[in-house]
């Protein structure tokens, strides 16, 4: 354990901060362009249901489950609809397009997310051989040849697109779609717990040529592992380790003008609206 000193030392720390801030009650301080009151210290009683532990609806884990039929459940939005939406931008686009299959799709997807778990990156994945000997290879070819995938990365696109048009509009209009579907579908699968946690995401994209590598704008966090790329603000079950709502953050310009942010400030306003978001899911 820490020495006697040292939990002492922290425990008139905390005192004093008390202490202090006891003394501001009733004092406003200005934060930019929002003016605080200091109120007393209170403690909201729990909850009737402060013990709700956090459900998986819809799904029962029998002695005949699959990880397949549990993300066909857990996939936000219909499988069908967004294969269709893709093939029918593809097929206006090339004339030689070979429409992608449910089990193309799904083998898509399940190599999306495997590629994570191999060291190997990239084209590297699908080699046959390893290039040491710890690891075997990823051999990704025994499931889907690499220009396939490739293929079916570009129009994986315009899965959630409302049309083949959507991609000239400059905005974040042909992925809105893929974050209110991703929302909805948890708002329908689970039953959160009283453990809600906020947080950032990151999904990592570095421009070769361009500026924002064609997305309409690209965020800079430096304290993140991969600093570069689209921000996510999100809002996690504690207790299940699920994401429940994602908020894209879509640029300075587009985010101060989003719900909130005039009264309150950004800060306050993301964590006001993922707030609304969790407490739809809690219904």
Not at 155 to 170: M, R
Request: net charge negative; charged share 20%.
């Amino acid at each position: 354990g820490e020495p006697a000193e040292t939990i002492a030392r922290h425990a008139k720390r905390m005192t004093d901060a008390l202490a202090k801030i006891k003394g501001l009650e009733g004092s406003t301080i200005k934060a930019h362009d929002t003016t605080w009151k200091v109120v007393r210290e209170h403690h909201v009683p729990p909850p009737p249901d402060a013990d709700r532990k956090p459900v998986l609806n819809g799904y029962v884990f029998d002695a005949h489950w699959t990880l397949l039929s549990l993300f066909l459940h857990l996939y936000p939005g219909n499988p069908a609809r967004d294969i269709e939406r893709a093939n029918d931008f593809m097929s206006s686009n090339f004339a030689t397009w070979q429409s992608i299959t449910m089990r193309e799709w799904i083998t898509f997807l399940g190599l999306l997310a495997a590629g994570a778990l191999h060291a190997d990156q990239g084209i590297d994945l699908w080699n046959a051989e390893s290039p040491g000997d710890v690891f075997p290879a990823a051999n990704f070819s025994r499931y889907m040849p690499r220009r396939r995938f490739e293929a079916i990365f570009e129009a994986a696109g315009y899965c959630k697109a409302a049309g083949p048009d959507v991609s000239s509009t400059g905005d974040w209009a042909m992925w809105d779609s893929a974050v209110e579907e991703w929302n909805a579908s948890r708002l329908l699968l689970f039953t959160v717990g009283v453990i809600l946690v906020m947080d950032e995401s990151m999904s990592a994209w570095c421009p070769q040529t361009t500026p924002t590598g064609g997305l309409p704008n690209i965020s800079f966090v430096a304290r993140k592992p991969e600093p570069l790329g689209t921000e996510l603000k999100t809002v996690c079950d504690a207790i299940m380790g699920v994401m429940l709502f994602m908020e894209l953050q879509k640029g300075m310009v587009v985010m101060r003008a989003t719900p909130h942010v005039n009264t309150l400030g950004v800060t306050s306003a993301v964590a006001i609206r993922l707030g609304y978001g969790a407490a739809n899911a809690i219904r």
